[in-house]
């Protein structure tokens, strides 16, 4: 059993689940990220679930993807103002638009 609290989850067409990586660790944030959509893809199994790691200055992004779950992890690490308009773009698709089909 899984228990505890998420950083940020929002909700549109999908769900996007935002970590904030403590002590500046993204890989054990990305790790902690990727357990939450797990466990949210076995309360919500029909919706597509988007993750995203930050330490604010620096954002990575993974998706869960099928059955058997698979994680899929982007290797890109953004930076923040340099990269602002694509984060906002990948967080906005990630979202999506929930009056859209």
Request: charged share 20%.
């Given at each position: ?27 054990r ?54 990269d ?10 990630m ?7």
């Amino acid at each position: 059993m899984l228990k505890g609290s998420l950083d940020y989850l929002l909700r549109g067409k999908n769900i996007l689940l935002v970590v904030e990586a403590k002590k500046d660790d993204l890989t054990r944030a990305f790790v902690q990220m990727a357990v939450e959509m797990i466990a949210l893809a076995q309360v919500e199994p029909q919706t597509q679930i988007c993750g995203a790691v930050t330490i604010g200055s620096i954002w990575q992004f993974g998706q869960i993807l099928g059955d058997p779950q698979t994680i899929r992890q982007d290797l890109t690490l953004y930076r923040v103002p340099e990269d602002l308009e694509s984060v906002a773009g990948i967080l906005t698709a990630m979202v999506g638009d929930p009056s859209q089909p």
